[in-house]
């Protein structure tokens, strides 16, 4: 794990999953409705859902914002969850969950910490507006949130990682991509941005815990966003 | 004046001139080089290559963020003011002045108060790594730093105005723009958006005050940023 720390100019950090708990936060906002079903496992299901929606829209040639796939992907669950009778203004009013996400415990500190030497920015497949509202709930300090919407491409494209270099004018060895994904980081790498590993082993619930072991690959490996800062001098 | 507050979700900002003092700014950086010009003249001379430039980019249909806008401009203007000899590292580094501009006295505290109630986001033609850059310079509060980098378009093409409201998924009529340039307002409320006149009648320097008089069509007038969130209820 070679470190060019000064070099650093940019943290982009992935979201959902590393810098907000959407598990926790779905399951919590299913358990508080009463639908009368397992919040932990409808979150699991909606979440599923993700990748395969992001890759048929790139397959497709196509551009939809992730609010939207995340809303055809929730009238599928609420069908396979046995909840059709769902009201349409319920159905929007939970869709927009995933722009009230909470924060893990370290975020917020993590990323202020790290916005006193360098530009902190987002890096998500979440579309703008939802970023800029998860932000505000959650506070998150971000000097700048960028989207998969400003490329208008998903991760893993590399016009994504290399938008990130472009935006702030610097070859993309000088951005570094925190993440809880290691295929994420992995696409960032190809890019050559250097990569940080955020541990979140609870992503999937506390019950389905996912292996956090570091990779020789990334350039760090950190316990938390507060552990990252702390690595970079922050 | 109407004011249908309770509709307002966003409030947008131009950004050069309304939240920054571009002026001062670089008349006081010219200074500190001691070139040997007048700092006003040549913040004026520079800044006075900013419409036809982006103008001439629209009508060929390319896309050119502005701070390659701002440096071919800067180049004219160093000839004009006979500066031929100045080298390419200080000419870069005197471009970068637009990622430093100083904020008006009202401006964070103006928008730290609206972002209170509203999303407050910038729309101005600089692009994103320069208002993020400014942003962090200056302290500005921005829930979300949109850009004409976003839409690929310059203000006051209508794609900007009306990109605004559908990153936020929100009917033009809940977004207000802000801006000390009537022109600006009068593209935003052909899109059918609200607008706020902010005066700054010291825009182009002390020496020349512009007129600030109020505009009936516009939603509000206000003598300030904090002014407006005042008359927001903020």
């Known amino acids: 794990m070679t470190q060019p720390k000064e070099e650093i100019r940019v943290v982009a950090f992935d979201v959902f999953g590393t810098v907000v708990d959407w598990h ?8 508080r409705l009463g639908l009368g079903v397992d919040g932990a496992d409808f ?43 769902m009201a349409e203004a319920e159905r929007r009013q939970l869709n927009r969950v995933w722009h009230r996400l909470e924060p ?11 916005g006193t030497k360098y530009i902190v920015c987002s890096l998500s497949n ?15 300090p971000w000097d700048c949130i960028l989207s998969a919407e400003n490329f208008k491409r998903y991760k893993p494209h590399p016009d994504t990682y290399l ?20 295929s994420d980081l992995e696409a960032a790498r190809k890019c050559g941005l250097l990569t940080a590993y955020i541990e979140r082993p ?27 800062a702390g690595q970079l001098g922050c």
């Open 24 to 31: 926790g936060s779905v399951r919590r906002e299913v358990e």
């Open 163 to 182: 938008g990130v270099a472009r935006t702030f004018d610097v070859e993309p060895g000088r951005v570094m991509l925190a993440a809880a994904h290691h």
């Open 126 to 140: 979440g579309n703008i507006g939802l970023l800029a509202e998860m932000a505000k709930h959650a506070g998150l």
């Open 202 to 228: 609870f992503e999937y619930g506390e019950d389905q815990p996912k292996p956090v072991a570091p990779w020789e690959r990334n350039t760090l490996h950190a316990t938390s966003i507060v552990d990252l």
């Open 43 to 85: 979150a699991r299901a909606w979440r599923s859902g993700y990748q395969p929606a992001m890759r048929e829209v790139m397959e497709r040639g196509e551009w939809i914002v992730l609010d939207v796939l995340h809303r055809r992907i929730l009238d599928r669950v609420l069908a396979d969850f046995g909840l059709d009778a």
């Open 104 to 114: 893990w415990p370290d975020s917020v500190e993590g990323l202020a910490r790290l």
